[in-house]
């Protein structure tokens, strides 16, 4: 079992990472917690992951729907309500079992209910021990763009079960996969010969190095964001408009990084050769590269422009001579060029 700390003062906590570390609940979790909510989906239960599982207090299963569809405040709501009919108090704690979208979700209405509940996160899929578990960022959608309302919240602890991922469809691993390309261009990757525990805990170890120094997105923690700016705008122009996309977040994530790349080369930040280790990368693990079929590189363009990095501005996380880091006031004619050369409609 790997153990990684994210170091944030009183606030440090551990992430466990192994097969059977959901199995570790009722040690993590806060001192004093009397009664558990434990948020899940369906599909977690019908896969049998709560079985067994045991926070050392009393609980009850509260469920959501599954897709991007439930994160919305709506679902919020609705959880927060259920933590009140169970009589949970700022004391207790919530318990998230999923993928991504339930970290996201139940987290958020952990930092909403009673100003703030603690909350632990078991992360079933790829996706979710690699990141979206980690790091106290929680939200959920709006009809105009992705994760746009939410809070920095930091769980008491993440157990991330490596048991779990054997029921993984492969497009969840997609998901997954998508992100641990990011961590290619940010830090020591994980290799193709290592084993899942240790692929995992080398992407947990660079995401809590950075989360360390940067707890709010002041600066260094954009560059998790990394293929992230496209990527949302493809989510968010296909939940709006083109849900015959059908883009998971690991597959709009690629496609992201190769636009990243192929507009740094644009800005003479990068060269030719760097462009191709992007693309072989992402062609390692078997991702996408190409823009979606009649995507219009004006509407992509009107989503980045809602990013939470922008400040007035097009603002853009681009590796260059110094590595992967944010670049602010990028010229839409550049970002619409550079769509155009992917294969977007003008």
Known sequence: MHEIRVALGARSYPVLIGPG?????????????????IV???AVQEAGWLQGLDPGVPFEVCTMAGGEATKTMG?????????AQSGLSRADVVVAVGGGIVTDVAGFAAASYHRGTAYVNIATTLLGQVDAAIGGKTGVNLPEGKNLVGAFWQPAAVLCDTETLATLPPREWACGKGEMAKYAFLGQPPRPDDELEEQVARCVAIKAEV??????EGDRRMALNYGHTLAHAL???GMADHPEWDLRHGEA???GLIFAALLARRLGRIDEARVRQHRT???????????????????LVTFMGRDKKAQQDLTFV??????????????????LATLVEMGALS
């Open 75 to 83: 679902t919020v709501e609705e959880l927060c309500r259920r933590f």
């Open 281 to 299: 990368v992402v062609a390692a693990f078997d991702l996408p590269s190409a823009l979606p079929p009649g995507a219009s590189a004006a509407e």
């Open 211 to 216: 989360v360390a120094a940067d707890e709010r």
């Open 21 to 37: 570390a959901r199995h570790e609940l009722s040690g993590v979790l806060p001192v004093g917690a009397r009664r558990a909510v």
């Open 235 to 237: 989510e968010s122009a």
């Open 318 to 335: 681009l590796d260059g001579p110094e590595g992967v880091q944010p670049v602010r006031g990028v010229a839409p004619s550049d970002v």
């Open 253 to 255: 994530v690629a496609i």
């Open 40 to 42: 899940t989906q369906e």
